[in-house]
């Protein structure tokens, strides 16, 4: 398979290996890895963001690094209904990586919270290093959005040795 160069997917795709590896493996910040993606700072989430499509409803954040420095949180807001070539996508890069990133989930739950985690997780596992790539779509139960002009979902990505 290839990655696409287009499309939704490429963009997630091209914020993944230029924002989160670059953060994870290397130590960079958010403010660092941001200036190459052209990305602007949303004062309100302290989140640094760029467009994805042709809709200003759209975007890309990636958030500053947490209390987990080997962690990179991205939330996406896209197209309602829009996930497949996002989730197409994360599928072809974890099979292209080296070591091979396995799906180890693809399940869904309605928490307390009465919010729907469709979850999908991709995981290499030793016994002193995992990696992992996580992508939760963010649901009303019945399926129907969060928001009404957009759907929801959290990108995660880890490395960590023990």
Same mark, same amino acid.
């Given at each position: $398979?290839?990655? $696409?160069?287009?499309?939704?997917?490429?963009?997630?795709?091209?914020?993944?290996? *230029?924002?989160?590896?670059?953060?994870?493996?290397?130590?960079?910040?958010?403010?660092?890895?941001?200036?190459?993606?052209?990305?602007? *700072?949303?004062?309100?989430? &302290?989140?640094?963001?760029? &467009?994805?499509?042709?809709?200003?409803?759209?975007?890309?954040?990636?958030?500053?690094? &947490?209390?987990?420095?080997?962690?990179?949180?991205?939330?996406?807001?896209?197209?309602?209904?829009?996930? #497949? $070539?996002?989730?197409?996508?994360?599928?072809?890069?974890?099979?292209? #990586?080296? $070591?091979?990133?396995?799906?180890? *989930?693809?399940?869904?739950?309605?928490?307390?919270?009465?919010?729907?985690?469709?979850?999908?997780?991709?995981?290499?596992?030793?016994?002193?290093?995992?990696?992992?790539?996580?992508?939760? #779509?963010?649901?009303?139960?019945?399926?129907?959005?969060?928001? %009404? %002009?957009?759907?929801?979902?959290?990108?995660?990505?880890?490395?960590?040795?023990?």
């Amino acid at each position: $398979p290839t990655l $696409p160069t287009t499309g939704d997917g490429a963009a997630v795709l091209s914020v993944l290996t *230029r924002a989160c590896l670059p953060m994870v493996r290397e130590g960079k910040t958010v403010e660092e890895v941001s200036k190459d993606l052209g990305m602007r *700072r949303d004062r309100r989430s &302290g989140s640094y963001q760029v &467009g994805l499509g042709g809709d200003r409803n759209y975007t890309i954040s990636v958030l500053p690094k &947490g209390a987990n420095d080997n962690v990179c949180n991205v939330q996406i807001d896209y197209a309602v209904g829009g996930e #497949q $070539p996002i989730i197409e996508a994360l599928n072809i890069w974890a099979f292209l #990586q080296e $070591p091979r990133l396995r799906l180890q *989930r693809n399940d869904f739950a309605v928490g307390p919270d009465n919010i729907k985690r469709v979850t999908m997780a991709w995981e290499h596992f030793t016994e002193s290093e995992s990696t992992g790539l996580v992508f939760v #779509q963010l649901k009303n139960p019945d399926d129907t959005p969060l928001e %009404r %002009r957009y759907d929801q979902a959290t990108l995660l990505y880890s490395e960590r040795s023990f």
